[in-house]
């Protein structure tokens, strides 16, 4: 096992600086786990430090946060960091969580039949409601904690060397713990009126490869 | 399936009326952040009102949502989530 993970995290806008904080968990717990944690922050989210540094470190695990499309996953000022049919290929042999929009859609199946060993992500747009009163304070947006803390459990699982299934389910039935609270008795009304948007999360977080990869 | 290949006008209307509802319901304080922007419930509003790619995409998972919640799917999805984790023995 190679005890390395990349992370990519940009910050050049609001919802990117909400993944940034929220990534820092993340970050923590590897570190903790003797982990070498290969944080492209802010700008490093290039392209260019991006290839650098996993064709040099061979990482096992490739978190991304970012932007994304129906087949690609952006970086810092919204550069291409992966394309399909371009250069998947850096993710072959690799376990990969990509906290982006719509990304499992194409480019996910496409990174498995180039050699990745399992990607986990949304084919849909991920949904993320936040509270305008809270922006210079990311970590207390109890929203947005809502539909974040259940995500990082992917990495998090897997760091604590359990298998790709098992971040996906763990993080799947945190979000529905969650759904369930949110459509309760004991929610605010605004949980209530937000809750589909959980749902629509839930039902787009996809695991595709093999169930049982490890880091 | 898309939503423009599965509505017929009438029927669209209709989903549309009750997005656009079920939107007004969101508190004017949050915005509702995709991709690199964030939206307010007027502006999402609009959007189905103008039927483009985030307002069709709203139509669609509103849709899907509301024939979970009456068949009862989001509750069987919900419970499989559930047990999918503890049959891992945690």
Known sequence: MNKTILITRPDDDSTLNLLFFWTEPVVILAKKKNFVVLDLKSEKSSKKVFDSYIRKNNPSLVFFNGHGSDNSIEGFNNEILITGGLDEFLLKGRVVYSRTCSSASLLGPRCIKCGCKAFIGYDNPFWLPRSKTIYGNPLKDKMAERFLAPTNLIPTTLIKGHTASDAHNRSKREMSKNYREMVSSISTSEERKLSFFLYCNIVSQTLIGEPQSVL | ?90
């Open chain 2, 1 to 90: 399936m898309k939503i423009k290949n599965i509505l017929n006008k009438r029927n669209r209307e209709q989903i549309q009326k009750i997005v656009i509802a079920r939107l007004n319901t969101i508190p004017k304080d949050i915005e509702i952040s995709v991709g690199a922007t964030q939206y307010t419930r007027e502006q999402l509003s609009k959007f189905v009102k103008e039927g483009n790619e985030i307002g069709n995409q709203l139509m669609e998972i509103q849709l899907r949502y509301l024939r979970d919640l009456s068949s009862g799917k989001i509750y069987q999805l919900l419970d499989e989530q559930n047990n999918s984790y503890n049959s891992t023995g945690r």
